[in-house]
T-cell receptor, first 110, second 116 residues
Framework: LAKTTQPVSMDSYEGQEVNITCSHNNIATNDYITWYQQFPSQGPRFIIQ???TKVTNEVASLFIPADRKSSTLSLPRVSLSDTAVYYC???????????FGTGTRLLVSP | EAGVTQFPSHSVIEKGQTVTLRCDPISGHDNLYWYRRVMGKEIKFLLHFVKESKQDESGMPNNRFLAERTGGTYSTLKVQPAELEDSGVYFC??????????????FGSGTRLTVV
């Protein structure tokens, strides 16, 4: 599974847009990019998954450039409740072992 | 629909004792996974069930850990005998598709195990 690199932490304020970038230089042709969110005392929660270009759902957008060596999770207008750890994971469609890194700890302040 | 449920939420046991963790996946999800995070480390895969069969147990740390999923519904993870290094949070996840599919995996809130 491709190794991912993401910032250890980020700070933001309520109402701002937050972009978290993940590097995955060794991504394979069959690999998808998936993001999970984890609140304290809870399990990770699936946010979004994509293969290329842009994917948007009710929670976030995922931007993937043509070379797919990185991806950016975009959270529009964050609130205090978006304070969490965000994990970027890479694997093929059948990947049955999620490989978690250290994630990005996002702190949203008033 | 109900999510993935784990019992107990917390467990404190003495070294050498036995503990059994339980996971109830989302109804109809054939795929069930166990993960754990030990202190200061990243979340690590333990094993994967497809219905009642173990698809991949490459992450199980040693033979003190035994996972079962009789009948392909709920699963148990038994640690016997427990050691101090087994302390951590044990997560269960389930999915309809083996790769998580469009909706990814659904995780439970975890069982925090403390071995003293």
């Amino acid at each position: 599974l491709a190794k991912t690199t993401q910032p250890v932490s980020m700070d933001s304020y309520e109402g701002q847009e937050v972009n978290i970038t993940c590097s995955h230089n060794n991504i394979a042709t069959n690999d998808y990019i998936t993001w999970y969110q984890q609140f304290p005392s809870q399990g990770p929660r699936f946010i979004i998954q994509g293969y290329k270009t842009k994917v948007t759902n009710e929670v976030a957008s995922l931007f993937i450039p043509a070379d797919r060596k990185s991806s950016t999770l975009s959270l529009p207008r964050v609130s205090l409740s978006d304070t969490a750890v965000y994990y970027c994971l890479v694997g093929d469609t059948g990947f049955q072992k999620l490989v978690f890194g250290t994630g990005t700890r996002l702190l949203v302040s008033p | 629909e109900a999510g993935v449920t784990q019992f107990p939420s917390h467990s404190v046991i003495e070294k050498g004792q036995t503990v059994t963790l339980r996971c109830d996946p989302i109804s109809g999800h054939d795929n069930l996974y166990w993960y754990r995070r030990v202190m200061g480390k990243e979340i690590k895969f333990l094993l994967h069930f497809v219905k009642e069969s173990k698809q991949d147990e490459s992450g199980m740390p040693n033979n003190r850990f035994l996972a079962e999923r009789t009948g392909g519904t709920y699963s148990t993870l038994k640690v016997q005998p427990a050691e101090l290094e087994d302390s951590g949070v044990y997560f269960c996840a389930s999915s309809q598709d083996p790769g998580g599919g469009y909706y990814g995996y659904t995780f439970g809130s975890g069982t925090r195990l403390t071995v003293v």
